[in-house]
Structures are given as structure tokens and as C-alpha cells.
């Protein structure tokens, strides 16, 4: 019989404790006889990218001993923290050590790009002293740690571009870069790969110059250049045939950051020495394969590891403590399930950056919830997110409704009671949703968000989209999957939500919720002793062991 994706959980966060305990008993003769690699990993100040590679730095520990100093911001430091302890167990005491957590200091903002990775000035600073073996500073707590041997390899997230130019620059020995890779690789191949493996036209070039012509800044010119598109149909293993326009179906109301981000991803797919993967091989194997390809024609190493979800007590535990409204949370989902039963709740969310350029159809698709009598959670972390005074009084009155700027997500998703979620699919939260084995309801604005989308609406079925939410100039072009133009009205939108939200809790979701908990129970099994993630986990832990350590 199939296990559910909760038992699935519980047997992952068992084995782990297990493995853990074997790392301890073993850990003072390994390092006595073997000295530790010394790995680096450079974040990126955003909850998708930085929470599953909190668990990547815990993950790698239990794999084998080596030395990890993880540089966050200062404002991100506490959550590393946590998200780090989350991952670990019982076995936190005796690994944990192995992990030092550095809060960089916070910088000059010399360019656009440094507002998205550790600044670059400070990183400098501290990356010399680490080549140089010599005690560094965390900013966060203001506290000396003594130095240890100059670092074997660092991976630095995706872009982190900057980060990358500063260890080729000040490194000594030889040291291996690699890219943290938090997203959907199908819909990188779309922005990242070349031609003849289904990308679009580098247009960077293009960029520079016209930039250079007009005075303007390189990632105002990108951002638009990246828009540009010509109606052609792309056709990517993995993804069902889309406009090259779908891949931007929202107007963005942080648009004009979407240029660096993609220069400075290119740059660092181009320029490192290979890729670790945050995504599931069960979820997406074409895209997973399309990399490995591209990257072995330049003998690069491509690891996929996901998921990068921790499990157990423990990990909900440290997820709550990241919510100041947790306990409410906690009790409206208990109190709902007395009342409405198991998988009954919506939960909305869409990141920590995405919201509505047109919020207003927010709230119409809130209404339509609301007249359907369907009980909800919305989290609206955002820092672009405004709650109007008669949204909240109106949710107020309802009753089964709840506000809140920041949920602990994977507690949400873990609960009986939740039945859907809405969500922007964003990679990181559409990877904890599939190992819940929690059913999604699409709104996707950008980056992998589409794609995701696609794939699991279109391809595995096991969710839906929706389209009249969509906006802007290319939101509300026709899609190839359907035919149709979204009408983009709020009478269209209220319309949609009706029919979807009727579905999702009637025999077809049942339909597309198995369909799902398939899906689960193979991402679940990723980790199994001999599964394709331990694999290549280990695969890349003993490439450190052949590092030259000193």
C-alpha cells in the first residue's frame, strides 16, 4: 500500500536521526585521520532561495564531516539560524558545530545587484581573511571565530554573481565554484540554456550596447529586453507547448529587477564549475537532463539533491517560530477541523516578494471563497502587500478567514486541515506543497512560477491555473494551451474562481489530488537509502574528498 506523504516524513526524518547518529559515533576518527574540506556557501537574501539551502548545509554534514562557514545578511541571520537547527534533529549538539553562520556587514550598495546577494565590499573583506586562515567577524552577533584551514569549494547562489568574481580573484589555491539552483530547471532552460537545447537568443550583448547608447542603467535595458518577445511557440522537454510570452503573464510590481536578476544568473551559469539542484529528480527528470548534457559538453558536474524539505517534530517546531501568529494559526486549523473536517482549507500565499500589480482581483477571488463559505488562511508577506481596511473588517465579519504577514508555511501545509493551496509556485513552496502532498491552485507571475504552473496543471495534472487573474501586455495574449485570451475582467475573474474552487472540492480534484499523491510518494522516496538524491548528495561529498585540503 502507499504510503501517505506524512508517513513518508516521518520514515525520511527517522532514517536521518539514524544516519546522524552513525556520523556521531564515527566523527572523531574521520577527522583525526582525514582533515575536513572546508566548503563556503554565499545566500541570497530571499526565503526560496535561502531555506532549502539551510537544509542543503545540514544535509551535507550528515553526508560527510566537512567544514561549513555560511555567509547571510544580517537581516536574514536568525532565519538561517533556525532553518538551519530545523534540519538537524537530536544530532544538533554534535553536528552542529560544523556549521558557522556569518552574518555579513551590511555594506554600501555600490550597484544594483548588490540590493540581491551578500553585499560585495564586505564579502571581499571577510573571503580574503578566510584564504588567509585568519579570524573572522559575524555582524549579527559581533563575535571573533577562529580561523580554520582556507576554503576547497564554495557554492554560491545563483546570483551571486559578484560573490563568484571575488573567490576567482582572491583564492590561492585552486577552488571549485559551484550554483546553488533553488528553482524549476525547465523554465531555466527557457531564460539560461542555448539555442540548440531550446533557450532563447543571449541578449546581453544587445543589451550592453543599447545601454551604452542611451546612458541608461544595464538592468532597466535587460528588464525590458527580456520582455521582448516575439509570439513564437517554445517547446522544452518537460513543459507543455507555450507562447514565449507565457512565461510573463503578470505585470510585475517589481519589474524593473528582473534584468539584473537574469544577468546576473547567466552569468553565473556561465562562469561556475557546476550546479547543485534544489529540485526534485522525480518532479521534472527533462529539465534535470537537459542540464547535465549542456554542462558536459565544458565536463561541468551537475547535481540534483531535492527535495530540500526538512521533516519531523523538530522542523515545525522551528517553522513556527518564525510566525508571531503561529499559536492563532495553529488553533483556527484545529478548531476548522472539528468543524468543516479534513482538507477543507485554502491557503494563499505568494512569497515573500510576489503580490497582485491589480490586487483588486485579490479580493474578488476572496469574495468568491467567502460566498462559497470555504475557510482560508491569507499570507501576505510581501513587502508590496496592502490590505484595504474594508477587506480586513469584511474577513473580520466572516469569521473563517484568517490575515496574516507571515505564515509558518510547512506547519500550514502539514495540517489535516488543509485542502488547497493558492500559491504564486514559486519553486520552494511548490516543492514543500508536493511533498505535503497538498493539491495547488496556480497564480504565477514570473520567473519558474509559469512553468511550474504548466507542468503540473498541464503535464501531470495534478493541479490548476488560474488565467483571468492574469495582467499586463502579455498577460492577456491568447495561450497556447487553450486557445483563448484571458478576458482579464473581475466579472471573469469571479467567474473562474467559482468554477475552479467547485472542482478542486468536488470528484475532480479527488481526480488530481491522487494524481498528486503520486507525485509525492516518488519526490518522498528521493532519500531513501539509495535513492537518486542520497546519490547525488554523496556523489558531490566525495568530490570534497578528493579536494586538496591542506
Known amino acids: 500500500m502507499m504510503r501517505s506523504s506524512k508517513e513518508n516524513s516521518r520514515l525520511s526524518s527517522d532514517r536521518f536521526l539514524k544516519h546522524l547518529g552513525k556520523i556521531a559515533e564515527n566523527m572523531s576518527s574521520a ?76 555594506g554600501e550598495i555600490a550597484k544594483p545587484e548588490d540590493t540581491f546577494i551578500t553585499p560585495r565590499a564586505p564579502f571581499t573583506k571577510v573571503y580574503g581573511q578566510l584564504v588567509n586562515e585568519e579570524p573572522i567577524i559575524c555582524a549579527r552577533m559581533g563575535k571573533e571565530l577562529s580561523p580554520i584551514a582556507s576554503p576547497d569549494a564554495v557554492v554560491i547562489d545563483c546570483i551571486g554573481y559578484p560573490a563568484l568574481q571575488v573567490v576567482r580573484e582572491l583564492s590561492v589555491k585552486p577552488v571549485k565554484v559551484f550554483s546553488w539552483m533553488p528553482s524549476q530547471q525547465s523554465s531555466l532552460v527557457h531564460f539560461l540554456a542555448p539555442i540548440h537545447y531550446g533557450g532563447r537568443e543571449d541578449i546581453r550583448p544587445s543589451a550592453y550596447e543599447e545601454a551604452a547608447r542611451t546612458s541608461r542603467k544595464i538592468d532597466e535595458v535587460l528588464s525590458e529586453m527580456i520582455l521582448v518577445t516575439k509570439g513564437e511557440v517554445t517547446r522544452i522537454p518537460g513543459l507543455p507547448p507555450m507562447y514565449d510570452y507565457e512565461f510573463h503573464p503578470q505585470q510585475l510590481v517589481f519589474g524593473g529587477l528582473i534584468g539584473a536578476v537574469m544577468m546576473l544568473m547567466q552569468n553565473v551559469v556561465e562562469d561556475c564549475d557546476g550546479l547543485i539542484m534544489a529540485t526534485p529528480e522525480p518532479y521534472e527528470p527533462e529539465g534535470i537532463d537537459i542540464f547535465r548534457r549542456w554542462f558536459a559538453e565544458t565536463s561541468r558536474e551537475v547535481y540534483a539533491i531535492g527535495p530540500m524539505v526538512p521533516f519531523g517534530k523538530k522542523a515545525i517546531e522551528g517553522e513556527n517560530k518564525q510566525s508571531q501568529d503561529a499559536a492563532d494559526i495553529g488553533q483556527f486549523l484545529q478548531s476548522v477541523l472539528t468543524s468543516h473536517g479534513p482538507k477543507s482549507v485554502i491557503y494563499l500565499a505568494f512569497g515573500s516578494v510576489c503580490w497582485p500589480a491589480e490586487p483588486e482581483k485579490l479580493w474578488a477571488f476572496l469574495d468568491v471563497v467567502m460566498e462559497q463559505k470555504i475557510p482560508f488562511i491569507l499570507s501576505h508577506t510581501s513587502p508590496f502587500a496592502n ?37 504564486h509556485g514559486g519553486h520552494n513552496s511548490t516543492i514543500e506543497a508536493i511533498c505535503y502532498n497538498v493539491p495547488m491552485i496556480f497564480w504565477p507571475y514570473t520567473a519558474d512560477e509559469p512553468a511550474n504552473a504548466a507542468r503540473l496543471t498541464d503535464v501531470l495534472d495534478a493541479s490548476y491555473e488560474l488565467f483571468e487573474i492574469r495582467s499586463g501586455e502579455h498577460g492577456l495574449k491568447p495561450l497556447y494551451r487553450t486557445g483563448k485570451a484571458p478576458a482579464g475582467t473581475m466579472d471573469a475573474v469571479r467567474e473562474e474562481a467559482a468554477a475552479i474552487l467547485k472542482k478542486a472540492f468536488g470528484e475532480d480534484g479527488k481526480r488530481k ?21 542520497q546519490r547525488e548528495m554523496k556523489r558531490f561529498a566525495d568530490f570534497l574528498g578528493t579536494v586538496n585540503v591542506n
Do not use: C
Not at 466572516?398 to 490575515?403: T, W
Open 31 to 106: 577527522t583525526d585521520s582525514v582533515p575536513m574540506p572546508h566548503v563556503v556557501l554565499v545566500s541570497h537574501e530571499g526565503v526560496g532561495h535561502t531555506r532549502p539551502f539551510a537544509a542543503f548545509a545540514a544535509r551535507l554534514i550528515q553526508t560527510r564531516p566537512v567544514y561549513i562557514t555560511f555567509f547571510t545578511t544580517i537581516g536574514f541571520y536568525d532565519r538561517v539560524v533556525t532553518d538551519v537547527a530545523r534540519n538537524l534533529g537530536t544530532d544538533e549538539e554534535t553536528l552542529h558545530p560544523l556549521i558557522r553562520i556569518v552574518a555579513l556587514e551590511q
Open 387 to 423: 490590505i484595504p481596511y474594508a477587506v480586513r473588517e469584511k474577513v473580520d465579519m466572516y469569521g473563517l478567514g484568517r490575515l496574516t504577514p507571515w505564515a509558518p508555511q510547512q506547519a500550514v501545509l502539514a495540517h489535516e486541515a488543509i485542502g488547497w493551496f493558492i500559491t
Open 513 to 533: 489530488r491522487a494524481n498528486l499523491e503520486q507525485l509525492s510518494h516518488k519526490v518522498m522516496h528521493t532519500w531513501d537509502e539509495g535513492g537518486p538524491a
